[in-house]
């Protein structure tokens, strides 16, 4: 599966995509309206049936190698280890939270009027039982296994192929961190240079799937939990809560470089010892 992955083309990939998501975002307009765009309920949906149509269409491709999931799945209890999930998951969020606090002291210094949506805890905008559970199906099933293949299976294998691991790494992890712009933007890109290695060093995506279905299965159970909870309802309030109603960010600051200097240690160690060595064909 490593190889058959590598040999699709991670551009037509991204132009499936691009004409799946437009045509059923004209199927839906001419459906529902211009209500197509604000009903989520909608946007869940579209957005699951243009992730599985892709999976299907990466099926296709790799069966022509008479490629199954029956050796990654033989394989997938060696090559899972606990405790190296549990330290990566725990040092990535570590760090991710330092990232997240110093970009807060950032924003809070130079650009206040944006701070208020920049830690909106309503960004995903699920609002019934149905929508909880279609973020849920997204968030923890289909995009850990959709970001997986194409990323790391597809987008990570090539340019590694051509370029070199260093490059295939950063830029894979690069590009995967933007494309979570958000608050976690750095944090996203820590955690795409260690799954790029798992992905190397195991060379299994079923690993890389379930480390990475753990990582969004904790925020998203904790999002259906405290949907109902406002972070603030005007930027009074916001500051207020967030203990900067008296102008001083600089806890912020100092808390993010601690947690970055107690977390960074591990995930350098983890770089050093695990950084592929042998060059792909």
Same mark, same amino acid.
């Given at each position: 599966m490593f190889d058959s992955l590598g040999k699709i083309s991670f551009w037509k990939t991204v132009l499936i995509h691009i004409i799946f998501s437009i045509s059923s975002g004209v199927i839906l307009y001419f459906i529902f309206g211009e209500q197509s765009d604000k009903n989520f309920t909608i946007v869940y949906i579209s957005n699951l049936i243009v992730n599985i149509l892709i999976l299907y269409w990466i099926y296709t491709k790799i069966? +022509? =190698?008479? %490629?199954? $999931?029956k050796e990654p799945l033989l394989t997938l209890k060696s090559d899972f280890h606990i405790l190296e999930t549990i330290f990566i998951l725990l040092f990535r969020f570590i760090f991710t939270i330092g990232s997240f606090f110093i970009l807060i002291h950032i924003i809070f210094k130079y650009y206040p009027d +944006?701070? !208020?949506?920049? !830690? =909106?805890? =309503?960004?995903?905008?699920? +609002?019934?039982? $149905?929508?909880? !559970?279609?973020?849920?199906?997204?968030?923890? #099933? @289909?995009?850990?296994?959709?970001?997986?293949? !194409?990323?790391?299976g597809i987008f990570l294998t090539r340019i590694s192929q051509k370029f070199g691991y260093g490059v295939g790494i950063f830029a894979s992890s690069l590009l995967f961190?933007? $494309?979570h712009m958000d608050?976690?933007? %750095?944090?996203?890109? #820590?955690?795409?240079v260690l799954l790029s290695i798992i992905y190397l060093k195991y060379k299994n995506i079923l690993v890389? @799937? $379930? &480390?990475?279905? &753990?990582?969004n299965f904790i925020p998203t159970i904790l999002f259906v939990f405290q949907k109902d909870e406002k972070i603030g309802n005007g930027s009074g309030e916001l500051l207020s809560q967030?203990?900067?109603?008296?102008g001083d960010s600089s806890p912020f600051l100092g808390?993010?470089?601690?947690?970055i200097l107690?977390?960074?240690?591990?995930?350098?160690?983890?770089?050093? +010892?695990?950084w592929p060595r042998k060059l792909l064909k």
């Amino acid at each position: 599966m490593f190889d058959s992955l590598g040999k699709i083309s991670f551009w037509k990939t991204v132009l499936i995509h691009i004409i799946f998501s437009i045509s059923s975002g004209v199927i839906l307009y001419f459906i529902f309206g211009e209500q197509s765009d604000k009903n989520f309920t909608i946007v869940y949906i579209s957005n699951l049936i243009v992730n599985i149509l892709i999976l299907y269409w990466i099926y296709t491709k790799i069966k +022509k =190698d008479n %490629i199954s $999931l029956k050796e990654p799945l033989l394989t997938l209890k060696s090559d899972f280890h606990i405790l190296e999930t549990i330290f990566i998951l725990l040092f990535r969020f570590i760090f991710t939270i330092g990232s997240f606090f110093i970009l807060i002291h950032i924003i809070f210094k130079y650009y206040p009027d +944006k701070l !208020v949506g920049f !830690v =909106d805890n =309503d960004y995903f905008g699920a +609002k019934n039982s $149905l929508e909880l !559970v279609l973020f849920f199906i997204t968030a923890s #099933i @289909i995009a850990p296994i959709f970001e997986e293949i !194409v990323f790391r299976g597809i987008f990570l294998t090539r340019i590694s192929q051509k370029f070199g691991y260093g490059v295939g790494i950063f830029a894979s992890s690069l590009l995967f961190g933007v $494309l979570h712009m958000d608050g976690a933007i %750095i944090g996203a890109f #820590i955690f795409g240079v260690l799954l790029s290695i798992i992905y190397l060093k195991y060379k299994n995506i079923l690993v890389n @799937i $379930l &480390i990475h279905g &753990i990582n969004n299965f904790i925020p998203t159970i904790l999002f259906v939990f405290q949907k109902d909870e406002k972070i603030g309802n005007g930027s009074g309030e916001l500051l207020s809560q967030m203990g900067l109603e008296g102008g001083d960010s600089s806890p912020f600051l100092g808390g993010g470089i601690f947690f970055i200097l107690i977390s960074i240690w591990y995930i350098i160690y983890f770089c050093i +010892k695990n950084w592929p060595r042998k060059l792909l064909k």
